[in-house]
């Protein structure tokens, strides 16, 4: 039975991965500094701890894992990140995990790591026209990311490559592109837009008002969590190290994404747009790296994952109101 340890198993896609592997039939260790709000974790053990501490990091990492998902990371949505008010501890808190996860790594003999960076790595320059985004992994350099969480994201990635050159340690690194689904944030001020939306529109009644940062024309794509999982694995399972794009190229509005939640719950509202934190102009996937060096890209529509989340979350809101 393979061994694989999940760092971020209390966070959303930690948990679905989770779940994932264990379907796999991995023996699996989740650690996190919380449990998952909204389901019990599967895995076979999961250590509630701080990865920042490196005691707590020897404790989890006591083996010669055969995997180790690195996810853990201080994250959320265009409300967290783009304030300007938690740069520092973005920055340090993921770092410190990063050091540490690799350091009892090398020691305990780890096989392989799989480190989940971001499309937020990208440079400004190339995402400023939201109709012509250039997010192709080799338009890297120079850098340029919009936030100190994509300059921590660049570091980091630089950091597990020095590692596979350095010390003999096998690497795969993704740049994921909006992952979303349920199970996720939807309430907490660190969801992403998909969440935001659908709570939103759950939340107004039919003819009701729904606010929006910025005028809606920005655009991004998003990737259901199944396909997001599906990419991981099959990069584990390849000879590629990365780092490559997890993430739909179907590119839509934020308007668009708004309209879409509105439509699956067959509610007619308006949109109200007022100031806010935005990122960038325009983000999408590019996936002809991915299809090259793995023979697959994602493929399910943003409607269908959309519906999925809207189900979730439209529950959740009714359960908080009863």
């Known amino acids: 039975m393979k061994t694989a340890l999940v760092c971020g198993a209390g966070g959303f896609i930690g948990g679905h991965l989770v779940k994932r592997l264990k379907d796999e039939g991995y023996w699996v260790r989740g650690v996190d500094i919380k449990t998952h709000e909204y389901v019990k974790s599967t895995a076979h053990e999961f250590v509630k701890g701080d990865l920042r501490d490196p005691r707590l990091v020897e404790k989890v990492i006591d083996q010669p894992f055969d995997e180790i998902y690195q996810l853990a990371a201080d994250m959320g949505g265009a409300g967290f990140v783009f304030s300007g008010e938690n740069d520092a501890d973005i920055m340090h808190n993921s770092a410190m995990i990063n050091l540490n996860v690799m350091e009892v790594s090398v020691k305990a003999d780890v096989k392989k790591i799989f480190y989940s960076s971001s499309a937020c790595m990208y440079p400004e320059r190339n995402q400023m026209d939201p109709d012509n985004p250039n997010c192709a992994e080799d338009s890297a350099y120079p850098a340029e990311p919009d936030s100190e969480y994509g300059w921590e994201k660049l570091f980091s990635e630089r950091f597990y490559l020095a590692a596979n050159r350095n010390y003999g340690i096998d690497i795969r690194i993704a740049r994921f592109h909006n992952i979303f689904g349920p199970e996720g944030s939807?309430?907490?001020?660190?969801?992403?837009?998909?969440?935001?939306?659908?709570?939103?529109?759950?939340?107004?009644?039919?003819?009701g008002e729904i606010e929006m940062w910025g005028d809606g024309s920005q655009t991004r794509s998003f990737l259901y969590i199944d396909e997001c999982l599906e990419g991981v694995r099959r990069l584990m399972d390849s000879d590629f190290i990365g780092p490559v794009n997890i993430g739909s190229d179907e590119m839509v509005s934020i308007n668009q994404l708004a309209e879409m939640a509105m439509d699956i719950a067959c509610k007619k509202q308006t949109i109200n747009h007022i100031p806010g934190p935005l990122g960038v102009r325009g983000r999408n996937s590019d996936n002809t790296l991915i299809k090259e060096k793995l023979g697959w890209a994602p493929s399910w529509t943003l409607r269908k994952g959309m519906e999925l989340t809207y189900n979730w979350i439209a529950a959740q809101v009714k359960n908080k109101r009863s």
Do not use: Y
């Open 186 to 207: 939807w309430t907490d001020g660190r969801e992403k837009a998909p969440a935001a939306m659908c709570r939103k529109v759950a939340e107004t009644p039919d003819g």
